[in-house]
C-alpha cells in the first residue's frame, strides 16, 4: 500500500466519504493489485482502488471470468450485480454493497463492489432472531429481483451494519428461478412496513422511470418487465410464497 494513500477497508461501515465520493472513486480510482479469490465458479478478484490519497478494497469480478451457464445469457452475471445494487438502493434497503461497473478494469469490463467485513461468522446461519427484519428485507428482495443463487456465505451481518447481501450475478431471469437457504418466512404475510415500503416506490411514476432507465443498459426488456410483474405479485398477495424444496435449493445443495 503506497505511503501517499489511506485505504478504507469499512470495519465499521463509517467511511470518510459519502455516498457519491465513494462513487467516484469506484468509478474512476486507480485499480492495483488483483488476489484471486480462492473459491467460486466464476473468477473474482480482491483490488485496491486509489484516487487524490484515499482508497478503498473493493471486490472485482470480471466478464471474462464468467462460467458458461445453460440458463444464463453469457456475458450478463456483472450486469445482474450492478441490476441488484440499484434495486437495493431505489428501495432505501442498503442490503448490497456500493456497487459500480468498469470498463477500463485490468482484465475488462466488470463490477467492482465495496469489500465489506462480517460481524463474526460470514454466514446466514450466524444471524440471531435480533436481525429477523433484515432478513425478511432480503428475502423479498430476492423474490423480486428473482435470485437463483442465494447461498449460505451470500448473506451475512456486518460490521457496525445490520444484513448484507452479495453475489447477485443469477438474478432478474425472466422465468422462474428463485433458489435460496432461507425459508424462514415461506407463506407467512409479509410485514406491513415492508410491505408499505416496496408499495410506496412502486406507486411513485417519477421513481419508477428512474429505475427502468437505469436497469435498460444492464437487463433485457424482457427481464425488466418481469421484474415489475414479481414486484406487482408481492403487493397483490401480501404473502411470502411457499417454496418447494425439490426445485428452490441452490445448485450444489440439494
Known amino acids: 500500500m503506497s505511503s501517499r494513500s489511506k485505504i478504507v477497508r469499512l470495519r465499521n461501515w463509517q467511511p470518510p466519504l459519502d455516498g457519491e465520493q465513494l462513487e467516484n472513486l469506484l468509478s474512476e480510482g486507480e485499480i492495483d493489485g488483483g ?6 465458479s466464476n473468477y473474482t478478484y480482491y483490488v485496491d482502488v ?7 478494497q473493493a471486490v ?9 451457464l445453460m440458463d444464463f445469457p453469457s456475458g450478463t452475471l456483472y450486469l445482474r450485480e450492478q ?21 477500463d478494469a485490468p482484465y475488462g469490463p466488470g463490477t467492482l463492489q465495496i469489500y465489506v467485513e462480517a460481524d463474526g461468522p460470514p454466514h446466514v446461519y450466524s444471524l440471531t432472531r435480533e436481525n429477523l427484519s433484515d432478513l425478511e428485507r ?49 407463506g407467512e404475510p409479509i410485514s406491513t412496513p415492508l410491505l408499505s415500503s416496496l408499495r410506496e416506490a412502486r406507486k411513485d411514476a417519477a421513481r ?3 429505475l427502468n432507465k437505469r436497469l435498460a443498459p444492464l437487463l433485457a426488456r ?6 415489475w410483474q414479481r414486484v406487482d405479485d408481492v403487493l397483490e398477495r401480501g404473502v ?14 440439494a
Open 35 to 40: 488476489e484471486l479469490v480462492p473459491w467460486g
Open 50 to 56: 486509489r484516487a487524490d490519497g484515499i482508497g478503498c
Open 60 to 68: 472485482y469480478k470480471p466478464r471474462r471470468g464468467e462460467a458458461p
Open 83 to 103: 441490476a441488484a445494487y440499484l434495486v437495493s438502493e431505489w428501495l432505501g434497503w442498503n442490503l448490497v454493497p456500493h456497487t459500480v461497473i468498469r470498463n
Open 138 to 186: 432480503m428475502v423479498l428482495f430476492d423474490i423480486i429481483v428473482n435470485n437463483a443463487d442465494r447461498k449460505p456465505a451470500h448473506c451475512f451481518k456486518g460490521i457496525g451494519h445490520g444484513l448484507w447481501a452479495i453475489d447477485h450475478g443469477l438474478t432478474f431471469h425472466a422465468r422462474p428461478k428463485m433458489r435460496t437457504v432461507v425459508w424462514d418466512f415461506c
Open 208 to 210: 419508477v422511470a428512474d
Open 222 to 227: 424482457r427481464e425488466i418487465e418481469a421484474y
Open 240 to 253: 411470502f410464497p411457499r417454496l418447494d424444496p425439490r426445485y428452490n435449493i441452490p445448485y450444489g445443495f
